[in-house]
Every structure is written in C-alpha cells, then in structure tokens.
C-alpha cells in the first residue's frame, strides 16, 4: 500500500532522525544506520530495494512513509560528455541537472582543473550541476529559470536524490569510477540555493555524510546571486565552498540586472565575502557572466578588480549563453579575452568557462524551462 503525500519522507530525514523513526516503530537501532546506507550510500530508488530489512519492516515502512525519488524524464548527451538530465519530481515538475566530466590536465592550460585544494590534481573530476528550487524568484534578466518565477523549493530528498539518480545512470559508463561516479557537486542548476537555505544545508548535511554519498567540503560550491544574511549562515553552518554571482561593476548596473541587488548591494556583498570563513587557502570564486555591451567593457573589468582587490578570489568568466526571448548577446571570444587579460593584469586567476554542452544548451543557470510547459520531449529517455 502506498504512504500518503504527507507522509514523512525517508529521503529528507537525517541519521538521528531514522533513528528516532525506527525506535518509534520498535525496531532494532541499527536498522536506522541501514535505512540511511540504502538512502544515501547505495542511492536506492525504492522500498523494495531494501532486501535486507525484514518484510514486516518494510511494509510498516511503505505504509508510513515515503521515500522521494526523481524520475529520470530524459537525458540528452553532448559530444563533450556532458550529460543533461531532465528529473521529474512526484508531483510533476520538471527540474534539471547538468553532468559535466573533467579529465585529469596540467592545471596551467586547463582553468576548469584549477583547485586550491588539489594543486597538480591527477585525478579525473566528475561534477554534477544540482536544482535548488523549480524556477526561481530572484527575476535576473538575463537568466531563463527567471522568467518561470519561482514555482516551488526543492526538499531536501530531492537535491540529494539528482545525485542518486544521475549516479545510477553514469554507473556502467566506461571510465567512470562505479564506486563513485560523480567526484564534486556544484550548486548552481535552477534556483537560488540561499532563498531555499534551510532545504539547502539539510542536503548537504546528507550529501556529505560519511555514513552517505560522503561528498568532500573540498569539493562542493554553492553558488549565490548574494542573499548576504545566508551568506554569512552558511559560513559559520558548512565547510563548504562559495561562489558569487556578481556580474557587474557599478549598483546602478548590477540593480538593472538583477533585482537582488536593491536589497543587498556590491559593498554589502563584498562585505560579507571578506568576513566568508576562508579556511585552508580557499578563494571565493566570483562569477560573471559576459554581456554584450552591458557589462564587457575595460572599464568594467578594471572596476572588477578594484572591487575585488584583496580579497582571496578567482574569477570565472561565462560568455553569455543566449536565449530565445532574451535580448542580451555573447560578447564573442575577443572581448572575452581582453577582459580576461586586464584581471590576469591585476593578479587575478581569471578562467573563461567553457560553455559546456553548447549543443545541448546545457550551461548551467540556463536550464530548460520548456518542459514545465509543454509536453516532455523524450530525448535518449530512460524513465
Ligand atoms: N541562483 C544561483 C545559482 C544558479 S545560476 C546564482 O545566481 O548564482 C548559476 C550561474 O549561471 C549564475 O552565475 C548566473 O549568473 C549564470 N547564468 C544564468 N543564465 C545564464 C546564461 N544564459 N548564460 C550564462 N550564464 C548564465
Ligand atoms: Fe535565479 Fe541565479 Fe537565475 Fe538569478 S541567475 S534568476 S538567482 S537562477
């Protein structure tokens, strides 16, 4: 029989939460650490999975509660090897989450490998671009998940569960370390991971248990268009690492484009991301996302500079993505480097992203929009 929607969600409770369930329910204490390694070690996708719990258990279990656990409605893949999955969730919305595989490189010629944490780093990354909120309300101009709005936040589940999915399906890729497909995580797909916090840093709290998928700080970044009060939340609360959208110069311009910035402006930010905890050499890497005449000038890569100056940061640079519908253009590769020059000018590690996926559209921030409306197109789909 199955539980009713506002059972309590398996996939959303922590260890010691279980815990608490599974001595409610009378059952052995060590059954909980079981239930958690099913969840969020294993990624399992239903009850039924779980051969090792006692029958009588697991259908106490299925009566209950629930256990959230994303459909996968498509994938498209690129010939760069990213992978772009479109989840839905159980009550019908659709989400995504961008896969993008990295090859081991010398990090001077491969900005992309650049990591603080792992100077020379050998070893392949694997990362996986995580959805926050279906659509989003921070209304960013230039942004495609701004014009949905924001339609819900994500529960805790449903961020960890993306992994879960997307882990699943990487699993006999050749290439892919089964035991752990995906190596990093970056909250950056749909949504403002600090306007959903509390959901935000309960998954991380999953996502990086040891008893779970085991995820390292070092290699999880939240991103934000600067919600300074949770800024400075998830720096006392988390290890993890931050990253800003920052995307103009001047109050007059980033206000413009995006709405956030009337409530906290450029000095506020940049205030709350010098007191960020910056433990073990981080930087906070500042994204800015190139617009053509909007915000691509010397002048504003200059401004970028001073405003940063002194703080432990390193820039990335993304070549706006253009959207159908959206008026704002790609600056081209030119000017591109030209803004990159002046920041490298004033000692800046300043990387230009590439645009991964470009056949697939699939640059993070920009994800599609189109299946919340129309009927899903099933591209490569395994559901
Ligand atoms: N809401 C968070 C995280 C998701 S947006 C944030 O704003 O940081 C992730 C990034 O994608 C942001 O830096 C955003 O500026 C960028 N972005 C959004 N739309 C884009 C587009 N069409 N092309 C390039 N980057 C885009
Ligand atoms: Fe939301 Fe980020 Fe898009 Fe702005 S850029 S609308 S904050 S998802």
């Known amino acids: ?189 749909m949504g403002e991971p600090l306007h959903n916090y509390v959901n935000v840093k309960r998954s991380l709290d999953l996502l990086l248990h040891p008893e779970g998928a085991n995820f390292s700080h070092r290699h999880v970044t939240v991103s934000t268009s600067g919600l300074v009060p949770n800024i400075q939340r998830l720096g006392e609360e988390t290890r993890v690492k931050l990253a800003v959208s920052l995307n103009a110069t001047t109050d007059e311009q980033r206000a413009r484009l995006m709405p956030v910035d009337k409530k906290w402006n450029i000095a506020a930010l940049i205030d709350a991301c010098r007191k960020f905890p910056m433990k073990y050499g981080r930087r906070i890497t500042f994204e800015y996302v190139l617009l053509k005449d909007v915000n691509d000038t010397d002048a504003d890569a200059r401004r970028l500079a001073d405003l940063l100056a002194g703080l432990p940061a390193k820039v990335n640079l993304i070549p706006y993505n253009e959207n159908p519908g959206l008026e704002f253009g790609d600056p081209g590769a030119e000017r591109v480097q030209a803004f990159r020059r002046i920041l490298e000018g004033r000692g800046f590690a300043a990387m230009v992203r590439k645009n991964r996926g470009r056949d697939i559209s699939a640059a993070c921030g920009q994800l599609a929009v189109a299946g919340q409306k129309e009927a899903p197109i099933r591209l490569g789909a395994r559901a």
């Open 1 to 189: 029989m199955a539980a009713a929607a506002n059972a309590p969600d398996l996939r959303s409770a922590s260890l010691e939460e279980l815990g608490v369930l599974v001595e409610r329910m009378g059952e052995k204490p060590f059954r909980a650490r079981q239930l958690f390694r099913w969840i969020h070690h294993k990624g399992a996708g239903s009850m039924e999975e779980m051969t090792d719990l006692p029958r009588p258990f697991r259908e106490r279990l299925s009566r209950d509660t629930r256990l959230t656990t994303l459909a996968v409605d498509a994938v498209q893949r690129s010939s760069d090897g990213t992978r772009k999955y479109r989840l839905r969730t159980e009550d019908g919305k659709f989400i995504e989450a961008v896969y993008m595989p990295e090859e081991p490189g010398p990090d001077a010629f491969d900005p992309e490998a650049d990591d603080e944490d792992e100077p020379g780093r050998k070893r392949a990354r694997r990362t996986l671009c995580v959805s926050t909120q279906v659509g989003c309300a921070m209304g960013c101009g230039f942004c495609m998940t701004a014009t949905m709005g924001l339609v819900r936040n994500l529960t805790a589940g449903e961020i960890a569960d993306q992994v879960y999915r997307v882990n699943a399906d990487l699993r006999d890729v050749p290439g892919v370390d089964p035991q752990r497909p995906l190596t990093n995580l970056v909250y950056m797909g």
